[in-house]
């Protein structure tokens, strides 16, 4: 079976905890991975090679997903990250 993973560019986190996650589902259950990302293959390769995982990468030429609309590193303003993902969905609709 074939596991498809999309995995949001933004920093290291969501793509080295993604490739655990992808780890764990090729060795006990048996999954071949395809991971659809902007983030580096490097960050997939270090964890997976080490396992002898083999692993299908393509990088997006755009984001997964927009975030979260942040003013400052603590707060997130949710009305602001909502429109964004709205526009997003919607801008799909027109390509």
Same mark, same amino acid.
């Given at each position: 079976?074939?596991? %498809?993973?999309?995995?949001?560019? /933004? +920093?290291?986190? $969501?793509?080295?905890?993604?490739?655990?996650? +992808?780890? /764990?589902?090729?060795?006990?259950?048996?999954?071949? !991975? *395809?991971?659809?990302?902007?983030?580096?293959?490097?960050?997939?390769?270090?964890? !997976?090679?080490? #396992?002898?995982?083999?692993?299908? #990468?393509?990088? !997006?030429? $755009? @984001? *997964?997903?927009?975030?979260? %609309?942040?003013?400052? @590193?603590?707060?997130?303003?949710? +009305?602001?990250? !909502?429109?964004? #993902?709205?526009?997003?969905? #919607?801008?799909?609709?027109?390509?």
């Amino acid at each position: 079976m074939k596991a %498809v993973y999309y995995v949001s560019g /933004h +920093g290291f986190g $969501h793509a080295s905890r993604s490739a655990e996650v +992808g780890r /764990h589902l090729a060795q006990q259950g048996g999954f071949s !991975l *395809v991971f659809r990302t902007q983030a580096a293959e490097k960050i997939f390769s270090e964890t !997976l090679e080490s #396992y002898q995982i083999p692993f299908e #990468y393509s990088r !997006l030429d $755009h @984001p *997964v997903d927009v975030g979260a %609309v942040q003013p400052s @590193p603590f707060i997130v303003d949710a +009305g602001e990250t !909502l429109k964004a #993902y709205v526009e997003k969905i #919607y801008s799909r609709f027109d390509e």
